[in-house]
């Protein structure tokens, strides 16, 4: 099993760990729910170093990067991020990612750490015709992610860089607990917060002096399992449950980030036919009308055929509901549309509601 | 932290003899592993349950457990409160988080059920 650089810490805390795609990590130290909470109320620290990276640079990387992704890169200025796709001739998924420009003919591309050594395959098979050099980088990163209405008071103190000016997806780069880093105000909690890089080979200090700083504010230590119940409360996507090489673009409901106008890019023609033809299913978002918890893989029957299964299914602690995001047949994916979820061999109602499930206060 | 007055399963349930009855529920070990739970399905009264039969399930946010019987027997009695609260299981497995109450079949079927130290080994075995 992999190791990030602050494994020792998080037994040192009192992290459970598991095994998650290779990796040791905490899946919760002190609870999903009261993780949960703290990041919603007050702040919360996740060890994300898992995650993968891999820098394009080269007079082509722009273009390179605009044909390999539906979102417009373009638009990216140095300092800025955008979150986007890697995608299949088909207009599914290889993954999903961030893009982070940093410089004219340099980005960095965030992807998934289940799907990293096949991202890295990908990306560097598509650079035939473009002028650009693509380095995986993932083993000297590491990651932290720091989450909560109350990330700015705490990480500011201790880096150089000017929070208060930088707005959600930028980035800068300056020392955070006296160690080099790119500092971003990203996540993938729902709430205001940064991702905190750094190629640091002994970065520890960084994680235990936010915990030490966070603490007497209510800062707690996150595991994997509050991640999860964090992100689908916000509909963040999970590779492999709300999206894969199975499911399209349109289908996942993030018409949002495919940006025609743009020029040619993989999938591009799929997306203009489904446009034109209209979806036979998308991603939506529900609830249980009756009690019992959906989880992943739990049949779904819809006017008495099984159409699905469950994608991504958890008990939200800040609502108090079991809630979850399913594919559903067009006609079906109306609000207040009901179906059955099978748990355990009983069917139990379910309906569909508007998503986000949890949308947080504007300052 | 494991009493002495009952016994204990490898699945982690625990059990407590009252005359031909007996108390169910699961260990604090359990409760730990499970994290928070936040549900739990309950057999209805009358009930008769096989020895190792699921008496019903527990969900925490992460994970959904079967409760299995420990020995055979007919269900008298559920603890209604965890419709509720079902995180007194987490909060206090051993007493107020029992989850049912059965007439044993066979008082001696639990004779073969582990003691609490035996039970704390068996733990220790696990964490090794």
């Known amino acids: 099993m992999k190791k990030t650089r602050f494994n020792e810490l998080h037994k040192k805390l009192g992290g459970k760990m598991i095994e998650f795609v290779g990796w040791e990590l905490p899946v919760e130290y002190s609870g999903i729910i009261p993780e949960h909470m703290a990041v919603r109320t007050k702040a919360g620290l996740f060890d994300v170093s898992h995650m993968g990276e891999v820098l394009v640079t080269g007079k082509g990387a722009l273009a390179y990067v605009q044909w390999l992704t539906p979102n417009d890169a373009g638009k990216l200025v140095p300092g800025q991020v955008q979150y986007t796709a890697l995608m299949t001739p088909e207009s599914t998924f290889v993954d999903d990612m961030l893009v982070y420009c940093m410089g004219p003919e340099e980005y960095l591309l965030v992807v998934n750490a289940a799907n990293d050594d096949k991202d890295f395959a990908w990306i560097a098979g598509h650079t035939k015709g473009f002028a650009v050099k693509v380095e995986h980088q993932s083993d000297p990163y590491s990651q932290l992610a720091l989450q909560g209405p109350l990330a700015e008071t705490i990480l500011q103190p201790l880096t150089d860089i000017p929070l208060a000016g930088m707005t959600s997806f930028h980035w800068a780069k300056g020392k955070v607990a006296g160690k080099d880093c790119l500092v971003s105000r990203t996540g993938y909690t729902g709430e205001d917060g940064f991702e905190i890089y750094t190629m640091d080979p002994d970065p520890g200090i960084i994680w235990t002096t936010l915990i030490e700083k966070g603490k007497p504010l209510g800062l707690l230590p996150i595991g994997l399992g509050a991640r999860d119940t964090l992100r689908l409360e916000s509909k963040l996507m999970l590779y492999g449950n709300d999206i894969s090489d199975k499911t399209t673009i349109l289908e996942a409901d993030l018409k949002w980030i495919v940006k025609l106008e743009k020029g040619d890019f993989l999938g591009k023609p799929v997306i203009v036919k489904q446009l034109a033809e209209g979806l036979k299913k998308k991603l939506v978002g529900f609830e249980m009308a009756e009690p019992g918890i959906a989880r992943p893989h739990y049949p779904v029957h819809y006017r008495g055929q099984k159409v699905a299964d469950v994608a991504s299914g958890t008990f939200s602690p800040l609502l108090k509901k079991s809630i979850g995001l399913v594919y559903l047949p067009i006609e079906g994916t109306a609000v207040g549309t009901e179906f059955e979820i099978e748990i355990r061999g009983k069917k139990t109602k379910a309906r569909v509601i508007p998503t986000p499930f949890y949308k947080r206060a504007k300052k | ?128």
């Open chain 2, 1 to 128: 932290m494991y009493p002495n007055d009952f016994r204990y399963t490898k699945d982690h349930e625990w059990i407590k003899v009252e005359g031909d009855e007996a108390v169910v529920g699961i260990t604090d070990f359990a409760q730990n592993q499970l994290g928070d739970i936040i549900y739990v399905e309950l057999p209805a009264v009358g009930k008769e349950l096989a020895a190792h039969q699921s008496l019903g399930v527990v969900e925490s946010v992460k994970s959904v457990s079967d409760v299995y019987a420990p020995v055979p027997g007919v269900v008298t009695a559920v603890n209604e409160a965890l419709a509720q609260t079902a995180d007194l299981l987490n909060k206090d497995p051993h007493g107020q988080g029992w989850i049912i109450r059965i007439r044993m079949k066979d008082q001696k079927a639990v004779d073969g059920l582990l003691k609490a130290g035996d039970y704390e080994k068996f733990l220790e075995g696990l964490e090794h």
